[in-house]
Structure formats: C-alpha cells, structure tokens
C-alpha cells in the first residue's frame, strides 16, 4: 500500500466549522505549522480534535492545498460513526499522525513476504548457476553454448544459432536475419548514434536507403532504381535539384569527367540537358559526341533529337551529322540562327547554293514600272557605313567600313511607289518581296538561374543576293532605254 507523508510533531489550532476544508491558525505549543513541514498537495495523515466540543472528531487522509487548507480527502474513524463530521465552529487541534490501517497493512506485507523467502531456498535449488562464478569472456567463439530456461528444465542452445560478437569485433548471425519492414523515419537497419540512416523495406520485394529519415534511393520490385523517386519506370531514374553528375572521381592526369545535367523540371524556367567536357585544366578541351577515334569506338551517326513542346515525351531528329556531313533532319525546315541569335561570320570555299530548278518555282514575271523606279531609286541609297556594336567595341578608326543599304530606307522607297504598306506603328511590317525582312523575338532567361539573357525585340534586313537581283534589272531596264534613246 503506499505510504503517505510523515512528520513529526506538527500540530496546528483551527477555529473552522462544517464539513469541508479546515483552515490551520498556527502551530501548538511544542509544535511545527503545517506550511513549515509539509508540501502542499503531499497525503498524509491527519487527526481532528475539537477542544470546544470533545465529542467531535475525525482520522483520515488528505492534503493542504494551495491556500494552507486541509483538503479531507477520505475519513478512516470519526465520531460520526466513520463518515466526515460537520464539525462546529470553534477551538479545536489539527495533527500529523499515522493511522491504524496503515501499520496493518505493513504488518501483513512483512508476512507475506517472510513467507515468500521461506521458499526461496527450494527456488533457487531448481535455477541455473550463478554466473558470476564464472570467467568473464569479451567475446563469443565457434562452439560456445548459452543455457536457457526451457518450459520446467534448462537446454544448451550453440551460440552459432544466435548473433555474437567475435574476436575480430563483428557480429555473426548464424541464419538469415528476418527484419521488421521499418520506416523512413526508423529504419529497420540502422545505427546507434543515426538511427533515421539506414534501410528499410516499403513494401513486397522493394528496398530503400535513407539518410536524415528522408528516402535517397529505392530498388523496386523489377529491378527499377530511382534515386530522388519512388516510382521509377526505368532502369535509372535520378530526379532532383542538383543534377547529375556522372564520371570519374580520379584527380588531374587521370581519367576526365562528364556531367549530365539536368537544372529545371515542370517549372516557368526552360529545362535542358547539358552535356559538357568538366577538365578546365587540359588545353585541347574537346568534346567527343559518338565516340573515339580508334576503331570500334566511334559511332557512324550523331542525332540531335529535341520535342517541339513540354510534356512531349517523343523528339525528332533535327539534326545529324553523318559522314563528315551536317544534315537537318527533314528537308526545307530548319535554320541556322535566328533573329535574336544570329550567326556572325560564314566562312567556306564555294558559296551556297540556292534552289532555282524550274520544277520547283512559277515561270518568272516582267518588273513592274513601279518595281523599276524602285530599283532606280534603291540602287542610288547604296553606300559605305559602319556597325554600331564594331564602333563600340573596336573603336571608330579600328571597325570596318561595309557596302550596304539601310533596310528601313528600302522599305519607305518601296512604300512610296505603291508597291508595299509602309512603316507605322498601327500594324506590324509586312512585306511580299523576300529582300525585305522583319523579325521579332521573345525576351530569354537563362536556363538554370531565370535571370534575363536577352530582351525581347525586332530587327530589319535584307537578302543581299535577291536586292541585287532587283538592282540589277532596274539597272539594265534604265541602260536599254538609254541605248534605244
């Protein structure tokens, strides 16, 4: 039975009255308060005395509560036949004291337990030797046996059953180990000073390794890993934030890297795969798509395959370089540049080849007289002028002088001879010549960071070869009337 607080002497007067809380004025002579000895809320037990009225009084449990009150919890004899007394107001004594039933209780556990040791002797005839006895052994060796307690008597059982530490400081287990599945949070293989690091087994025939208690990679039931997922539906499926990084761990002079990267996923940003020659230090620097040079190594056809929208997931082949040859991948589809990304110098030995089959284009018209004035009039704009961006970064006197028009005073001589729209801020250019060109294109952001590459914006232009064409027939149109003049 638990035993309730004691003190001794503390003793208390009280004036209260009634059936509740009993409030102590101060200590007896010879005597403690209550507030000096005892914690509030503690059990103990108290004793009533009325001095006023004799007849009344009352043994039991209870506590002094936070206001200095003893709180009669329940009442073990009174003079109300054993039930709480409605004490009247007036002198009477508040005791610490310790009551009957409690020494009768401990008087019958020392019994009982004297009783239990009377059969310990027999008791311990029937258990297994006392281990202390024996050698103390910092490990288990092959053939040691462990004696347990099996149903009424003892067995061997060979430690090679169990796990144990050996001599080399590792843990053998005899069998298979049968783990329990485990979390990501508490893996079912882990360790003692990490125990949210380890392995745990998510389901049938899967395994997965964790590390700070969140899941890093997972083998499936058909052989499938996934590194950052869950559910890979190919052999090797890394998705994450940091990219890829596949190659050598070897330092300078050994073998180089490669990295396969990937910076963005189902977000505003463009997402690409960059593949890229990682070894700064070595001074060729090259790149091999398709393999090696030696025999056996190189590979006879290198596709660039890209989709046309996100959420695609089959590509086509825009380019491919086969026998030495860059070819598009369908005819008459793709360029080389663009508006906001052009190509700055072409460098070759013959010059490029235009299509002009008769097979392949309407039977040619006679110039207008409009188209004629045009070209007259073009032809006499034609001058020398400079690059604004060569004058920026080489200087006035270092950048070359070119041959050319300005494509916005072509546009105008053509709109003034009825034969276009001309320029306004209504509409944007339109032009049915081809030697007249206008593009527009879209800002850019730069593919890892989002931060802005190029503005968006438009620029003029003309077809050299075609202008001159038209210059040409205005030309020998203006000769003839003078040789016929």
């Given at each position: 039975m638990p035993t309730p607080f004691f003190a001794d002497l503390v003793r208390e007067m009280c004036h209260d009255?009634?059936?509740g809380p009993l409030t102590p004025t101060g200590a007896a002579p010879g005597h403690r308060r209550f507030a000096d000895a005892v914690p509030p809320g503690a059990s103990f037990h108290y004793a009533v005395a009325s001095v006023a009225w004799p007849a009344e009084w009352e043994n039991g449990t209870g506590h002094i509560d936070a206001d200095g009150r003893l709180v009669r919890e329940t009442v073990a004899a009174s003079s109300h036949g054993g039930a709480r007394v409605d004490f009247a107001p007036g002198l009477k004594t508040i005791a610490l004291t310790v009551g009957a039933a409690w020494f009768a209780g401990q008087q019958d556990g020392a019994a009982a337990q004297g009783a239990a040791l009377a059969g310990l002797a027999d008791a311990?005839?029937?258990?297994?030797?006392?281990s202390t006895g024996h050698a103390a052994a910092a490990n288990g060796v092959d053939g040691d046996t462990l004696t347990v307690r099996r149903s009424a008597?003892?067995?061997n059982i060979p430690l090679a059953a169990l796990a144990y530490r050996d001599a080399g400081g590792r843990v053998l287990a005899g069998a298979p180990l049968a783990c329990a599945d485990g979390t990501a949070a508490l893996p079912s293989i882990g360790f003692a000073a990490d125990p949210d690091t380890g392995v745990y087994r998510p389901g049938a025939n899967v395994l997965s390794l964790v590390t700070g208690g969140v899941e890093r990679v997972r083998v499936d039931a058909g052989g499938r890993v996934g590194i950052g997922t869950a559910s890979s539906t190919h052999s090797l499926e890394v998705i994450g934030s940091d990219g890829v990084l596949l190659g050598s761990g070897k330092t300078s002079g050994a073998i180089k890297s490669a990295r396969l990267y990937?910076?963005?996923?189902?977000?505003?940003?463009?997402?690409?795969?960059?593949?890229?020659?990682?070894y700064n230090a070595d001074t060729a620097n090259i790149l091999m798509l398709g393999g090696g040079t030696s025999a056996g190594q190189a590979a006879t056809t290198v596709r660039i395959c890209t989709a046309d929208a996100i959420g695609t997931h089959t590509g086509a082949v825009h380019w491919e370089v086969t026998g030495g040859h860059l070819l598009p991948g369908s005819n008459n589809l793709y360029n080389i540049g663009s508006a906001a990304q052009r190509v700055k110098t072409y460098y070759g030995v013959d010059g490029a080849i235009n299509t002009s089959d008769a097979r392949e284009k309407t039977a040619l018209r006679a110039f207008t007289a409009a188209e004629l004035r045009a070209g007259r009039r073009i032809a006499g704009t034609v001058g020398i002028f400079q690059f604004l961006a060569a004058i920026e970064a080489k200087g006035a006197q270092a950048a070359r002088e070119h041959?050319?028009?300005?494509?916005?005073e072509v546009w105008a001589i053509m709109a003034d001879e009825g034969l276009i729209d001309p320029l306004g801020d209504e509409a944007d250019p339109s032009s049915r010549y081809a030697f007249l060109c206008w593009d527009q294109w879209d800002a850019r952001q730069d593919a890892e960071e989002g931060d802005p590459v190029q503005a968006a914006g438009d620029r003029f232009g003309i077809r050299p070869d075609q202008l001159a064409l038209f210059l040409i027939a205005a030309q020998e149109a203006r000769l003839a009337a003078l040789e016929a003049a």
């Open positions: 009255g009634g059936t311990l005839a029937g258990k297994q030797p006392l008597g003892w067995v990937s910076p963005a996923y189902d977000t505003a940003v463009d997402a690409q795969v960059t593949v890229y020659y990682a041959v050319g028009v300005i494509a916005q």
